[in-house]
């Protein structure tokens, strides 16, 4: 197994759990009860806050903050700069630590730089948001959203390329081979690559 690497600068604090071969680079600030995952990278300028999680090999670009109620599964990408939120209202003279919600980034998402991702959404399996969107609400599996707010504009393999469903239910992946099939507004892999 890999070692961690943890840069000089950052800090990290007593109570924070962190995977073998994760990599924290400079300026970094991880907070106690935050779970890390194994083989995860969290670029310069990233804070991670209390009971955040984050699954295994899940990648965090400069100038990234994950704060209370964002969980990431397995294989997550975070963009430079992008925000994610933890309170709808917020004001500073009213205290709504109470009133925390969760955001669920599941396995294989990605999203684009400076994309903001409004509190108490589910990011769908190997979903991509693009650089710049603000998403509102829930995106599915394999959905391609992007602009403000964010509107879906296709679908995309697990590979991160697009799928064309023109012409049929069914749409390969130009990179890998495998199949999808896209049914009742919902897409699933049907077959893997040979």
């Known amino acids: 197994m890999s ?21 924290i680079w400079h300026f970094c600030h991880v907070s ?6 194994e083989n995860c990278v969290l670029g310069q300028n990233v804070y991670v806050a209390d009971d955040v999680e984050l699954g295994n090999n899940v990648k965090v670009q400069n100038n990234v903050s994950l704060y209370t109620g964002v969980i990431c599964e397995d294989d997550v990408f975070l963009g430079p700069s992008m925000v994610f939120t ?10 709504r630590k109470n009133e925390y919600k969760k955001t669920l980034v599941k396995k294989g998402a990605s999203i684009g730089a400076n994309a903001t991702i409004v509190c108490g959404v589910t990011l769908g399996r190997y979903c991509f948001i693009g650089a710049g969107s ?26 991160g390329e697009k799928l ?9 992946c130009q990179v890998t ?15 893997v690559s040979v």
């Open 134 to 159: 603000v998403v509102t609400r829930d995106v599915p599996d394999y959905a391609l959203v992007m602009g403000n707010p964010a509107h879906q504009a296709g679908w995309m393999s697990e590979a």
């Open 86 to 95: 933890n309170v709808i209202n917020p004001r500073s003279h009213v205290n």
């Open 32 to 37: 106690s009860r935050s779970v890390i995952g």
């Open 177 to 191: 081979g495998e199949k999808y099939m896209l049914e009742k507004g919902q897409v699933r892999k049907v077959s």
């Open 3 to 23: 070692k961690t690497y943890i840069h000089e600068s950052a800090i990290i604090d007593a109570g924070s759990n962190i995977g073998n071969g994760t990599k």
């Open 164 to 172: 064309n469903f023109a012409e049929s239910r069914f749409a390969q």
